[in-house]
């Protein structure tokens, strides 16, 4: 990653320094909910959320907002449900495009430039558009208030298989063509040659699924409508009712249901770089 040095030839750079506050003002209008969100979460009731200008820090911080909100709702089992939910579609999604995107990347048939274009065409179709629908088929597949039925439209996705497949257009040609000399078959290619050579895309992928996934609301609030199967999302939405829009409190939910989301990037950044594969043909 390129750095922009601030002096050039012993000359300030104020084209570097006006970049640098440009970028600055965008994080920091991007980070302004967070911040106001976590601080309104340790707010006491005697402080007062929506003054102006706004304070972030509390003057008397209190961990009480999420000690009730843990205590007078059942977060464990909304934790539960979402994790499962997003582990199980995370792992059905990168099988399903992974085994999707290896023959439209590295097959030749009869109508793959078509089925590729009709496949990554849905991507320009609304959620909304499909959803009654998708509805219709759960309820006549039993799938309503099931764990299967909040994962159900999320089995594949036509950007995962898209994402797939441009990653697997770059994998050297030589290592399939060594693996089928060796006797493998097209799956084994596909298992030992092809993923271990995208594990960066996979990874990609994955985040970009488990916090779609996660953050859900408007797919679980349709197919589920029994407390023992809520998410995250309908269980702080949930609190709104509760608490009469104690805006402590569902700030405080708020927290606790994006704290997940933000550990697990932090752990999984790190995995999400260009590998070569180049490496692994002699020249």
């Known amino acids: 990653m390129g750095v922009v040095k601030i002096t050039s030839g012993g000359r300030v750079n104020y084209r570097a320094i006006a970049t640098y506050m440009v970028l600055i003002a965008i994080a920091i209008a991007m980070l ?32 009480g907002n999420f000690v009730r909100v843990w205590q007078t709702n059942p ?15 995370v792992g ?8 999707a995107a290896y023959p439209l990347a590295r097959l030749n048939f009869w109508g793959r430039d078509f089925l590729l274009s009709a496949i990554v065409s849905t991507i320009m179709i609304p959620f909304q558009i499909v959803m009654i629908p998708l509805y219709i088929l759960a ?4 799938l ?37 000399i060796d006797g493998c078959s097209e799956l084994g290619i ?10 960066p895309a996979l990874m990609t992928l994955a985040i970009f699924v488990f916090i779609g996934s996660w953050s859900d609301f408007l797919w679980p609030l349709i197919v589920v409508d029994r407390p023992e199967y809520y998410t995250m999302p309908l ?24 704290a997940p989301v933000l550990l697990l990037f932090l752990i999984v950044q790190r995995y999400i770089v260009p590998t070569d594969t180049a490496t692994g043909v002699k020249g």
């Open 92 to 99: 059905l999604n990168l099988l399903f495009c992974s085994l």
């Open 32 to 63: 302004f909910p967070l911040f106001w969100l976590v601080g309104t979460a340790f707010k006491s009731p005697t402080e007062n959320i929506f003054q102006v200008p706004p304070q972030f820090i509390p003057r008397e911080p209190t961990f």
């Open 235 to 258: 269980g702080v939405a949930n609190l709104a009712g509760t608490f009469s829009l104690d805006w402590r409190i569902v700030a405080a939910g708020s927290v606790i249901s994006i």
């Open 139 to 142: 309820v006549q597949l039993g």
């Open 75 to 89: 977060f464990g089992r909304y934790l539960f449900n979402s994790t499962l939910v997003a582990v199980l579609t």
């Open 190 to 199: 596909w298992w030992h040659i092809m993923i271990p050579s995208v594990r």
């Open 144 to 180: 309503r208030n099931t764990y299967l039925g909040i994962i159900f439209p999320s089995l594949a996705s036509a950007f995962g298989i898209f994402l797939l497949r441009q990653a697997f257009m770059g994998v050297p040609k030589e290592l399939e063509e060594a693996a089928r």
